[in-house]
């Protein structure tokens, strides 16, 4: 499956598509290099929320259509005085980093800007060689937002942060993996496949471990105790535990919002 192709007509826009679990969602905008218009930021939550409510949807992919990611922002809307696509731009920024399920972001070409603020939003990050990252809002002049900085520091440590936001210089895949920035770089060619591979592991796997691990990996520490209830009134880790003895595939049914979500409350 070429993620590039899965996109039709023509303006700018987000297309998406579902199958087998993986939601892949694709950045279009050719003549801009993928630039995320105003629309495009607004429309971004909406259809997040919507594939997460849906129950066939496993896994999130956020890719470009063609060989580019996402050059950032169209640049004609910062124009706005109101701030408003930085507004929107950082809605979009907390739905993706809120989505329930595991997200990848698979990335080919530039990917700087707001591109690189989306890619970091996601769980992990995927690229093919060749691309290129950049944090450019220094050379516009733009106050980069405090919690896409903190995002940044996560995943790079300081110094990098501080390299890439005071620069606003392009740094290539060797760099960015070395930095954390990536988690894996594949050559030419070969980006589809292993992004295919990894989503069929991903939508393998317990959603409940998935879940809990996503929240607790980006900082919370108040859900110990509803994680815990989960795993005690599900199947999943009897299912796990009974199929690796029978040396057979696990069928995991727990998902979020099925009656195996229980809550602690009450």
Known sequence: MDLREQTAGTG????????????TIVISNPAKR?????????ALP?????????PGVRVLVLTGAGDTFCAGADISSLRDPAGRPQALAVRAEEALAAFPGPTLAAVRGYCVGGGSQLAAACDLRFAEEGASFGVTPAKLGIVYPSSSTR???SLV???TAKFLLFSGELIGTERALRTGLVDEVLP??????RVHRFTEVLASRSQLTQAAAKEFADGR???????????????DTAEGVAAFLERRTPRFTWTAGSAGDVSTSG
Not at 46 to 54: I, S, W
Not at 188 to 193: F, K, N
Request: aromatic share 4%; no cysteine; glycine share 10%.
């Open 188 to 193: 030419r060619g070969g980006l589809d496949e």
């Open 34 to 42: 993928n630039a995320m218009t105003a629309d495009m930021w607004q």
């Open 157 to 159: 440590g300081p110094a």
């Open 46 to 54: 909406v259809l997040l929320e919507g594939l997460a409510a849906d």
């Open 151 to 153: 995002r940044l520091v």
């Open 221 to 235: 520490e108040d859900r110990d105790a509803h994680w815990s209830l989960q795993a005690r009134a599900g199947d």
């Open 12 to 23: 700018p826009r987000l297309d998406h598509t579902v199958e087998d679990g993986v939601a």
